[in-house]
């Protein structure tokens, strides 16, 4: 039995998160715990980390056509899912 099974330790907070986990509905967010704007600054500086890092996992031997593909669904993923992120335009775009 893992330590989480056995209930040997509970979260108290979620870090870089913008909601609050579904799995976890009683743990904050960090962002919930202050109203401070320098303390909301502070947060999203130590969480910026966790915003530009998206792990990307694939089968073995992806062809190099999906690249592209795969690109572009990543970054309407983050667009989706963290909207607070900003984006880079496109070379050419206004």
Do not use: N
């Not at 870090?15 to 904050?28: A, C, G, H, I, W």
């Not at 303390?39 to 966790?50: N, Y």
């Amino acid at each position: 039995m893992s330590l989480w099974q056995s209930g040997a330790f509970r979260p108290l907070l979620a870090f870089s998160r913008t909601t609050r986990l579904p799995e976890l509905k009683d743990v904050p967010i960090a962002r919930e715990l202050t109203q401070d704007p320098k303390a909301l600054s502070l947060i999203a500086f130590a969480e910026a980390p966790f915003y530009m890092a998206l792990p990307i996992a694939a089968p073995p031997g992806p062809c190099r056509p999906s690249a592209p593909k795969l690109a572009g669904r990543l970054h309407g993923h983050v667009a989706r899912t963290r909207p607070s992120c900003p984006t880079r335009k496109k070379s050419g775009s206004t």
